[in-house]
């Protein structure tokens, strides 16, 4: 076998691998998340603790609210449209170092305009529940 086709069937194994190697974290990582919620909620339940209550306790919290979600997407393209649309104004190719850097920063302003726009939303949402109560 010569070295190219070595170094071909190395990559090749290497990169179907990776996937495989991945899903097993996964798996082996929450299987142990499983094992430490339920040896704890063994040790609540022997210190008398009852069985609703260590159940509220160890349920994970809901995942953030993601309103912002569409907000943050949308900023996102626009940004990298909008660098697209520079690099087409100034005639750089897409071979050149700078068209990447360009769209990377409008991606960048994008989501800068995305957090100010969610921050001063959530300051409002915040004083009006503050009102409400």
Request: net charge negative; glycine share 8%.
């Amino acid at each position: 076998m010569e070295a190219f086709e070595l170094e071909s069937i190395l990559a090749i194994f290497l990169s179907l691998s990776i996937p495989i190697v991945a899903i097993l974290m996964v798996f082996i990582s929450s299987m142990k998340k499983k094992k430490h919620d339920t040896e704890l909620r063994l040790a609540l339940i022997q210190a008398g603790t009852d069985a609703d209550t260590t159940k509220i306790l160890i349920e994970e919290q809901e995942k953030k609210d993601s309103k912002f979600g569409p907000l943050r997407t949308g900023c996102f393209f626009v940004g990298a449209g909008l660098g697209a649309m520079c690099n087409a104004l100034c005639g750089v190719s897409a071979n050149d170092i700078y068209f990447w850097m360009t769209i990377a920063g409008g991606v960048g302003v994008g989501l800068l305009i995305a957090f100010v726009i969610e921050y001063k939303l959530s300051k409002k949402e915040q004083k009006e529940q503050e009102e409400n109560l």
